[in-house]
């Protein structure tokens, strides 16, 4: 496993990345409302990581290094993208890992053993799924329940970005026995914007509020 100040450095050095090529959104005044109904003044948009090639070529290392301490390099054999997210920082990962990547669709195409996973997956294969950000966990089910439906072993799940905040995402993952990996969590992000003034101090006690009681919150 790595060491707390790795993960501290890791968390740290993500969340300012994020902020910087604006990833980040706080508007505690006109909160964000999710799919499930439920409201929060952040919002996070992993998917613009892929139009900086600067911050994807220093998070995809930063994967790799969480990858080494928390999974290590001589336990998976594949690396797994989940639709649609996952699949571009599946591809970085497996590149600088010179392994094999598949990518694993929401819903079946076609019929068979192989119906959501796209590429070759041998039985028996130890892979890595990596997603851009977890929540409660909950999504993550398809995509293992898939990988492990096509013969594959999945012990470990990467995301860039863990929420960090609802209990369920621990439950979910020791239902599906996984080990849940990440960059970076909301805490992390508020800490590094406090430091570098990247919000202003109402902002962030705001948003703050809503993290230590998410639930509550919302109403």
């Known amino acids: 496993m790595g060491t707390s100040a790795n993960r501290s450095n ?13 990833a980040v959104a706080f508007r505690p005044e006109d909160p964000f409302v999710h799919t499930s109904g439920r ?9 613009r990581i892929i139009s900086f090639p600067r911050a994807r070529t220093r998070l995809t ?3 790799i290094e969480t990858v080494r301490g ?11 993208g989940g639709e649609t997210a996952g699949i ?12 094999p990547m598949v990518y694993v669709r929401k819903q079946p195409k076609g019929f068979g053993r192989m119906a959501q996973i796209e590429g070759d997956l041998p039985e028996g294969t130890r ?45 979910n993952m020791r239902d599906m026995a996984v080990q849940l ?3 970076a969590t909301w805490q992390d992000i508020v800490q590094t914007a406090r430091d570098g003034g990247y919000f202003d101090n109402a902002t962030l006690d705001a948003v703050q509020t809503y993290l230590d009681n998410p639930l509550d919150w919302s109403p």
């Open 127 to 171: 892979v890595l799924l990596v997603e851009d950000l977890n929540t409660d966990g909950g999504s993550k089910r398809v995509f293992v329940d898939a990988l492990r439906s096509a013969g594959a072993t999945v012990d470990h799940i990467l995301v860039v970005f863990h929420y960090g905040i609802f209990e369920a995402s621990d439950a």
């Open 61 to 63: 290392a930063l994967a």
């Open 10 to 22: 890791i968390g740290a050095t993500a969340a300012r990345i994020l902020l910087e090529i604006g």
């Open 39 to 47: 409201k929060s003044p952040s919002y996070i948009d992993c998917r």
């Open 70 to 80: 928390n999974v290590g390099y001589d336990r998976i054999d594949c690396v797994a």
């Open 88 to 99: 571009p920082f599946a591809a970085w990962i497996a590149d600088s890992l010179t392994l």
């Open 181 to 183: 990996s990440h960059l």
